[in-house]
């Protein structure tokens, strides 16, 4: 069975340490502030300018003023700090983000990453994805594993215009966790009940299969 959104933010939750200093792009790695696991702190940081992002607000925390780069609203965790994006671009640029979690349409083999246009339709732009990309060495790409019309997303080669070249290196879809390494997909964890023939049918580019691929646990 496919994981839900919210299972993925978990999953990519997992891959959290003490004291990281975290990016969330729009759509589901956002989902990840809900998730973070006790015992660690990690500052989440958003473009357009805040480092210390909560968990999203219940009704009654609401604050219109308070968004993320999505336009969503949002909390600030103690110790939070708010400034301009060009100070935020600043810091992602430095390389000072240690884990950066993204969506995408597309990734490739050679860990190339599609994810700010389809020719023809209506999309919101680049937003800070290529900085992102270009100024961190850490990024897991978050997507579902093939379009609504069965499609893999996880190509031989990116069709759609480039947001960055070989700089992905994980990838967690609704079917599976991967790395991205010496020209292939590798499987590494594959959702409740998901067969890895399954994985396999609907992953176009080159994947690595070992003997044993285990299912990932969720309480």
């Known amino acids: 069975m496919a ?29 990840v502030a809900n998730y973070i696991p006790d015992g660690i702190e990690v500052m989440l940081q958003s473009e357009n300018g805040l480092l210390g992002m909560g968990p999203f607000p219940t009704e009654d925390e609401i604050d219109a003023d308070m968004i993320n780069a999505g336009k969503q609203t949002v909390t600030a965790a103690t110790g939070a700090s708010i400034f301009s994006s060009a100070e935020s671009f600043a810091m992602i640029r430095g390389g000072h983000v240690d884990l950066t979690v993204l969506g995408a349409f597309e990734v490739d083999v ?42 893999s997303k996880l190509l ?24 991205i390494k010496d020209g292939a997909f590798h499987l590494k964890e594959r959702a ?27 309480s």
């Open 3 to 31: 994981l839900s959104r919210e299972q993925i933010a978990q999953r990519i939750a997992r891959e959290l340490q003490d004291g990281f200093y975290v990016n969330l792009g729009i759509g589901i790695p956002t989902l």
């Open 110 to 151: 050679n860990g190339n990453i599609a994810s700010w246009m389809i020719p023809g339709k209506l999309i919101k732009g680049m937003g800070g994805a290529m900085d992102l990309v270009a100024g961190a060495d850490n990024i897991i790409v978050t997507m579902t594993h093939a379009s609504k019309h069965g499609e």
């Open 156 to 179: 031989t080669e990116c069709s759609l215009p480039l947001t960055g070249s070989g700089c992905i290196k994980k990838v967690l879809t609704d079917l599976a966790y991967m790395e």
């Open 192 to 218: 409740p009940g998901v067969s890895v023939e399954e994985i396999v049918s609907k992953t176009e580019g080159k994947l690595v299969v070992p003997d044993n691929v285990p299912e990932m646990v969720f």
